[in-house]
């Protein structure tokens, strides 16, 4: 990352606070209100920061703004120089920023609230705020949390991916469908008919299926409740882990297990780099609460 030309002259705590909550936000207005500044406040802070460093560290491209590559780099450490700060300044009270932890679906599975109730417990300072995010990463490599519960395998560069065990996979029928009255389905009973695929953050392709033969047709969605959706619409069946029959039971949808389909990993990643300092406790906690279930 370069750097301005003024050295460390001209940039205070005041501009790593404004990039923080706009990180946070994902929007100037509200990273405004939260910091009790106007809107162009925030907005000439974020640009002298950028002008300093002379990278952009937001994308401004779209209405939800996104951290760039370069944003994401320099948040955590943005993060740790504000906690350092505050820490020195006000040592009998230190300041504990939020450990975000995304998903795009299903969270941790039958683990989800075993962990929450858990870290509450431990580390009462440090809240663990559980962020669902319709994205491949859930929001990860856009630099939107520390960690995140992701399922499958994750080629994002950049990334360190911890697996914490394997799920079996379920079909998703429409609940009032023949395929309904099956206890148990193979890859071949769906292949009669269309598939839905969720595209942003689901794990499910074609590749799940044999060459010769795969569905029929597929649909495509965007998130989540979209693929319920369709699912219950009758437009097809899905395919996922088996926790999302606990995490998104809906009227229009049973689940079934599939007898061939291979287990779906469960991995708990993060950024490479030095990120948010109580990350290495979130790891050790994930890995006894999935020890104490087994």
């Known amino acids: 990352m370069s750097t301005g030309q003024g050295g460390g002259r001209g940039i205070e705590v005041r501009h ?23 809107q162009p406040v925030v907005s000439r802070t974020l640009a002298a920061l950028e002008r300093h460093l002379g990278v952009r560290l937001v994308d401004r491209s779209t209405h939800h703004l996104a951290l760039t590559a370069e944003g994401v780099l320099f948040r955590d450490k943005a993060a740790a120089a504000v906690g350092a700060f505050d820490e020195a300044v006000d040592p009998g009270r230190p300041r504990h920023r939020p450990l975000r932890l995304g998903h795009a679906w299903s969270a941790f599975g039958p683990y989800t609230t075993p962990l929450l109730r858990t870290w509450q417990e431990r580390d009462p300072a440090t809240p663990l705020e559980l962020r669902r995010i319709d994205d491949r990463t859930a ?65 499910t392709t074609l590749d799940l299926w044999p060459r010769d033969a795969r569905p029929v047709a597929t649909v495509t ?73 087994r």
Request: aromatic share 4%; charged share 20%; net charge negative.
């Open 16 to 38: 790593l606070r404004a990039f923080l909550a706009i990180a946070d936000e994902g929007n100037v207005t509200r990273a405004a209100g939260r910091l009790r500044l106007t």
């Open 139 to 203: 929001g990860l490599t856009r630099g939107e949390v520390d960690a995140a519960l992701l399922r499958g395998p994750v080629d994002a560069p950049g990334l360190v991916a911890e697996v914490l065990f394997t799920e079996a996979r379920v079909a998703a029928v429409t609940a009032d469908g023949p395929l309904a009255a099956h206890g148990s389905l193979t890859l071949a009973d769906l292949a009669g008919d269309a598939v839905v695929l969720n595209s942003v953050s689901g794990t």
């Open 221 to 293: 969605v965007a998130n989540t409740d979209d693929w319920l959706a369709a699912i219950a619409a009758g437009r097809g069946a899905g395919v996922s882990g088996a926790s999302t029959a606990d995490m998104h039971p809906h009227a229009g949808v049973a689940y079934r297990l599939l007898d061939d389909a291979p287990p779906l990993p469960v991995l708990l990643a993060r950024r490479d780099g030095p990120g948010h300092p109580a990350l290495p406790r979130l790891f050790a906690l994930a890995r006894e609460i999935v020890e104490r279930g």
